[in-house]
């Protein structure tokens, strides 16, 4: 007869050790940041501050805001659980890919990033042992970090005027106590300093990360910088600079994830209870924003942004803390890459190739960086265009009205691929797209726009590519 520790189920219930627990929980913190705002929980003001019935007709929104909630609730409830096993991680890890599969191709780039970390939490939680996996954690940044410097090197991006850099300055600067009347905010040389130094940055990081005498410097130098892009609140970059700071903090080895359990063990019970309040307030925080009436939306909305902000802090200055005060494991970043991961690298290399490749222009770690690329042009400064190898963007047509659901998808005037309108419709069959393809006008409410339109798709490939403007005239930040 086996005994209670040699049965096939204690592998799943049995009690996680303390220092992988530490790990784990990281990781569902880091993932409970990025869950905390985006477009969905906080789409109620927007489409209140617009007048607009925006959620007519568009049930995967709703499904999208439960969802988001009910893991809101899930990974608070692990952070907070003083038992954690395998088996409770696994259905997490479930649900949360369920909700990114569903939501496909519409993840942004944190989510995207989500998934390619999740095979090292696995392969954590099989192999029994903490932070097992340093080199793969540093190979991923670098794969993401050289995408994001190489799609910055176009001439939009380098321009202050629609840089996204300087606009998220001015986002930065305009909610910043320490700047009254705004008064940094048309500084040209600020402009220029955040454009060159976001370019010159991630070019460093993508390539010193990958040695070891340099690592350290590396991911104290990421981690400032991710916590300055998260102080944009109108876009929340928490939630990209979350994940980024569990991957750095991986990157660094076992000593410091033992610092930081040994801190843990030894807090008093005032500051178990800070933490819960902490935790707790972004959740309330969204309750209040469900049920707030007109006149309390904006209250509402302030409360969540300053909840979810304070945990932020919180969590990025307990990470930052002890990265500064640990030193590189040496044997773990000499471990062997298996095949398995290897492939995961071939997977992000694809994704962050795939603008030059023409297999979609969005979330492929291409970040808000103006980059604008067709099959005939780019505004890029080394590469001329793209090879198109789906053909999907030499077919583009021209915005002119879109009526119905759906209709933040689109900048009217601007041009898009067909492929996209044809996916847009799929999605939203109630929205009305009029558009002009090689000169003459269609509607999707029309027999010659649908068959158009559902000509120029697949349904494999709509599940898993998306397309931003094609145009010089539609400049704008995206993900």
């Known amino acids: 007869m086996l005994s209670s520790n040699s049965s096939p189920d204690s592998f799943l219930y ?58 809101i609730l899930f990974s608070a409830f692990l952070l907070l659980s003083k038992r954690l096993n395998r088996f409770k991680i696994f259905l997490y890890l479930a649900s949360l890919v369920t909700f990114f599969l569903y939501l496909f191709p519409e993840i942004p780039n944190h989510r995207y990033l989500i998934l390619f970390t999740l095979p090292l939490v696995i392969s954590t939680l099989f192999k029994n042992r903490s932070i ?32 996204c850099a300087a606009i998220f300055l001015k986002n930065i600067l305009s909610l910043n106590l320490f700047t009254p009347n705004n008064s940094l905010i048309n500084i040209k040389w600020l402009n220029y300093l955040s454009i060159y130094s976001s370019i010159i940055l991630e070019f460093l990081f993508c390539f010193f990360i990958l040695l070891k005498r340099t690592r350290k410097a590396v991911i104290i130098a990421a981690m400032i910088f991710h916590f300055c892009l998260a102080e944009d609140l109108i876009k929340y970059f928490i939630n990209f600079s979350a994940i980024m700071y569990f991957l750095l903090f991986s990157s660094l080895g076992k000593l410091s994830l033992i610092k930081l359990t040994q801190t843990f063990s030894n807090i008093s019970k005032i500051a178990k209870l800070v933490i819960l309040i902490i935790i707790i307030c972004p959740i309330l925080s969204h309750l209040s924003l469900a049920f707030a009436d007109q006149n309390n939306l904006y209250n509402s909305f302030k409360f969540l942004s300053l909840s979810r902000h304070l945990l932020w802090v919180s969590f990025s200055f307990v990470i930052f803390s002890h990265v500064i005060f640990s030193k590189l494991s040496s044997y773990e970043s000499d471990s062997k890459v298996s ?76 041009e898009y691929p067909i492929f996209e309108l044809s996916r847009i419709m799929y999605k939203c ?37 998306i397309f931003s403007p094609t145009d010089n005239n539609a400049e704008q930040c995206i993900w």
Do not use: W
């Open 14 to 71: 049995r009690k996680l050790p303390t220092r992988l627990t530490i790990y784990i929980k990281l990781f569902i913190l880091s993932v409970y940041l990025s869950l905390l705002g985006g477009g969905a929980l906080v789409y109620k003001l927007e489409a209140s501050n617009l007048n607009l019935d925006r959620t007519a007709g568009i049930e995967i929104f709703n499904v999208h805001i439960s969802y988001s909630f009910v893991l």
């Open 132 to 163: 097992n996996n340093v080199k793969q954690s540093y190979i991923i940044l670098s794969i993401v970090y050289f995408y994001a410097f190489l799609a910055k090197l176009n001439y939009s991006y380098i321009n202050s005027d629609i840089s």
């Open 339 to 414: 095949t398995g991961y290897i492939l995961l690298f071939v997977l992000l290399i694809v994704n962050g190739i795939s603008p030059y490749l023409g297999l979609k222009t969005r979330t492929s770690f291409s970040m808000y960086s103006n980059l604008i690329i067709t099959d005939e042009s780019s505004n890029h400064l080394f590469i001329s265009k793209s090879l198109d190898i789906l053909g999907i963007l030499k077919n583009r047509a021209y915005i002119l009205d879109v009526t119905g659901p759906c209709i933040s998808q689109f900048i009217k005037g601007a």
């Open 429 to 465: 069959p109630d929205a009305d797209i009029k558009f002009d393809y090689k000169g003459v006008k269609y509607s999707s409410d029309q027999i010659e726009g649908m068959t158009l339109l559902s000509e120029s798709s697949n349904s494999f490939l709509r599940s898993f590519l």
